[in-house]
Structures are given as C-alpha cells and as structure tokens.
C-alpha cells in the first residue's frame, strides 16, 4: 500500500512538471500549424542552453563548445584474443597509451615520492582492462578494428569515460554480474574483459539491441566462454526483473536509456527532442527511477550496483538515485548507500574532466582538450 502510494505521489509530481513545462510553452493552434519545424537537434541546443546554463554557470560554454565538436574515443583492447599484444604494441607505435594503467603507476608514483599513504576512497582497479586514448589534445583517429589470425577482433571503440562506470563497479573473482540495460554491449564487454566474472546476465529492453549485443560477443569473445552458463543474453522490460528471476547477483550495472545529449545535439536519427517523443523524454526521470529499483532489488545484501547515464542533466543523475534511494528504503525496506568516488577523480584527472563536488556521484564533463563524456555514475552498496 505504501508502495502504491509514494510511487503514485511520485507519478503525480513529474505530471505536474509535464503539465507546467506545456503550459508555459503553448502555442495557439493557429500558429503551431505555420510554425517551422525546428530540427530536433536545435530543439536539444535550446533546452540545454536553458537548463544546462543555469546549472553548470560558468563551465556550460566549454561543455557546450565539446559537445558540439568531435568526440574523442578509446580503444578498449580484447584481451581474448590471441593477437592482442601486437595490437597494443600498434597503438603505442601510433602514440596512444594505456590510461588507465597510466593513471594508477602516475599515482603509485606520487604515493612514493610523497611517502603518503593511499588517497582515502581511492578505488582498486582492475588491471585487465585495457584502455587506449591518444593524448590530451589530440584528435586523431582510431583505424577500425581488424579481426586477427582466430577472428576475433583486437579492439573496441567507445567513449573512454563509459569505462568508468565499469572499473567503479570493481567486479571481483567469482561475482556474478546483471547488466540490465545492456545493448549495444559497450560495458558488457568492459566487464568481461575484467576476466573475473563468474556469470554474466546481459539484458535489454530492445530486440534489435539485444541483437547488436550478441553479434558484439560473438566478434570479440571465443565461443567455449559464451556458454549459456557463463552469459545470458535475454530481452525483457527491466522494470519487471523481479519477475523474471530470483537470483540475487554481486554487481549490478543499470545504464539506463537518458537523454543522450551528444547524440541528441549532433544526430537527427533517433533523436529524442523530436516534438514526437516530447512525452517519452519527459517521462525518462520515472522510467530511470524504477530501472534503478529493480537493480536494486536485484543485487544481494552486501552487493554492488553502479547507475550511470551520458547525460548532463541532474534530473536524470542525482534527482533519480536520490529519489531510488529514499523509494528503496520506504516502499521495500532496502537501505542503499551512495558511495564516495572521490578517489577516482583523483586518479583519472589526467585524462578526464569532472565537474567540482557533486551530492552524490560524479560526472565526466566534455571538453576540447579532453572529449569525452558527458557520463553520470553513482555507486550504490546494497546494506540490507
Ligand atoms: C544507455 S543505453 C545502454 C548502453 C550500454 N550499456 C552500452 O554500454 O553499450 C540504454 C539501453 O537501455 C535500453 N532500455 C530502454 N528501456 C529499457 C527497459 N525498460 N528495460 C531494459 N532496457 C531498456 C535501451 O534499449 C538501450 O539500449
């Protein structure tokens, strides 16, 4: 009953922005029909000028100048494949480098020299993953990547912050991991690149997704580990995992579908500011909650979840795990407990920039030195 109730106040509270937001900006009939049709990804530049300016005041014109330029990518590097060391020694030859091997010897090195003891909320990294950017500042390309002598190809590319969420989950030998929202299989393949998982569930709302997701293990992950008892690949609405399956698992990974803000302000196809899908976008906030609660439910006590977006919006980041949190706690008696990542700005801030202090989590800001981003990640320790 309480259950119904909060969520429903819930409910009740985004329709009263949805109303609010139209109410301001109706348009007489007569003139909509003879008002030009904006492209959607003007129609994202407004928005974020609007909402985005007022929350990140002096930093939004950066932000904004990396977001509308070309994004930076990393190669992260297959280690399954038996070609692999040929493959990095290629992509040092061509001045790229290891950041995340990079960030932790820079560290170890400053521990040394400064006889400190480790930064507190530092975080342990998982040395096997592989990750290679070029440098601050340089824009060139990565080639595509070539299948090597067994067919499996040596790297994927992908924005090097979506990695982050991936090492902040810290997999352990043995873990069995959810991804709930899983397709096209970016961070699937992060995960199991970390070689310690004992079981992988891959999961995505949406059948073409799920299909991308398959063909993406089956070109990067040799067929004797894709076993149904290793990976499971299923396609079913999120909000309903509880349904599906009782198991409770060490890690949950929920990078929930968001406003996309690079790809909104760059890309007509699929754009979610299409006057269209007005309804879907403002109803993302209610959708990302109640993914968040069912990975919530779907981790053991004890266990690990990581929520993540690529967007820069608050209401979708903090609002959200705010609002999942306090839910858990009143509706299903599941205390979370948002954990301190200040150790991993430390560590990536060579190579990443952060947005200063946040409540609770931390956010990767797009700049032109640095391109990558933008990408919220909060992580959550189930307690009980
Ligand atoms: C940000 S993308 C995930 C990206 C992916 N983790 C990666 O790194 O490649 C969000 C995904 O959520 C999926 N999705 C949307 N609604 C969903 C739902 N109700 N349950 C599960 N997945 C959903 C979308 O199809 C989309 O593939």
Same mark, same amino acid.
């Given at each position: 009953?309480? &259950?119904?109730t909060?969520?429903?106040?819930l409910?009740n ?8 937001? @139209?109410?301001?900006?109706? =348009?007489k ?8 049709? *904006? ?12 909402v ?6 002096? $930093?939004?014109?950066?932000?904004? &100048?990396?977001?509308?330029s070309? @994004? ?7 280690? #399954?494949t ?13 001045g ?5 091997r ?14 400190? %003891?480790?930064a ?9 993953i @592989? ?19 067994d067919?499996?190809?040596g790297? #994927? $590319? ?10 902040a989950l810290?997999?352990?030998? !043995?873990?069995?991991?959810l991804? *709930?929202?899983?397709?096209?299989? !970016?961070?699937?393949?992060?995960? *199991?690149?970390?070689q310690?998982?004992?079981?992988l569930?891959?999961?995505?709302a949406?059948?073409s997704r ?6 993406? *293990?089956?070109?990067y ?35 929930v579908p ?6 909104? /302000?760059?890309? %007509? ?14 109803k ?10 069912? !990975? ?6 004890? !266990?690990v979840? /990581? ?12 609002? =959200? =795990?705010e609002? &999942?949190?306090?839910?858990a ?5 599941i205390a979370?407990?948002? @954990? ?6 430390? /560590? ?5 920039r952060?947005?200063? %202090?946040?409540?609770?989590g931390?956010?990767?800001?797009p700049?032109?030195?640095?391109n990558?981003?933008?990408? #919220?990640?909060?992580? /959550?320790?189930?307690? &009980?």
């Open positions: 009953m309480a &259950a119904r909060s969520t429903r106040f409910i509270k985004l329709k009263d922005s949805i109303c609010f937001i @139209q109410k301001r900006n109706r =348009v009939t007569k003139w909509a029909s003879t008002r030009a049709k *904006l492209p959607a990804t003007n129609l994202a530049l407004q928005h974020f000028d609007m985005y300016k007022n929350h990140l005041g002096d $930093l939004w014109p950066s932000v904004r &100048a990396g977001m509308l070309e @994004q930076k990518y990393g190669a992260l590097i297959n280690s #399954y038996s070609g692999a060391d040929d493959v990095i020694t290629a992509l040092c030859s061509q790229c480098r290891d950041f995340i990079d960030s932790e010897t820079a560290e170890m090195k400053q521990e040394t020299e400064e006889l400190i %003891e480790p507190a909320g530092s975080s342990h990294i998982s040395s096997n @592989q990750c290679f950017v070029f440098p601050r500042g340089d824009i060139s390309r990565f080639r595509p990547a070539r299948p090597g002598s067919g499996l190809l790297y #994927y $590319l992908l924005d090097a912050a979506s990695i982050l969420p991936v090492l810290d997999v352990q030998p !043995g873990d069995s991991v991804d *709930l929202c899983a397709g096209p299989g !970016g961070k699937t393949l992060a995960i *199991l690149q970390s310690t998982v004992r079981f569930w891959a999961n995505d949406s059948g799920t299909a991308r997701l398959q063909r993406t *293990l089956q070109s992950i040799p067929k004797e580990l894709r076993g149904e008892d290793r990976i499971r690949v299923t396609s079913v609405d999120g909000r309903k995992w509880r349904t599906m399956d009782d198991h409770a698992f060490d890690r949950v990974l929920v990078d968001c406003t996309t803000d690079r790809h909104s /302000l760059l890309e %007509e196809e699929n754009n979610i500011f299409k006057r269209s899908r007005t309804k879907e976008r403002q993302l906030p209610l959708l990302q909650i109640e993914l968040l609660l069912a !990975g919530i439910r779907a981790t053991r006590p004890g !266990g979840l /990581l929520y993540s977006t690529c967007s820069l919006s608050p209401l979708q980041n903090e609002c =959200v =795990v609002q &999942a949190v306090s839910l706690q009143q509706d299903m008696g979370v407990q948002p @954990q301190d990542l200040g150790g991993f700005t430390r /560590l990536f801030k060579n190579t990443f952060f947005a200063p %202090e946040r409540a609770v931390e956010l990767v800001l700049h032109l030195c640095a990558f981003g933008p990408i #919220y990640m909060c992580k /959550l320790v189930r307690l &009980a």
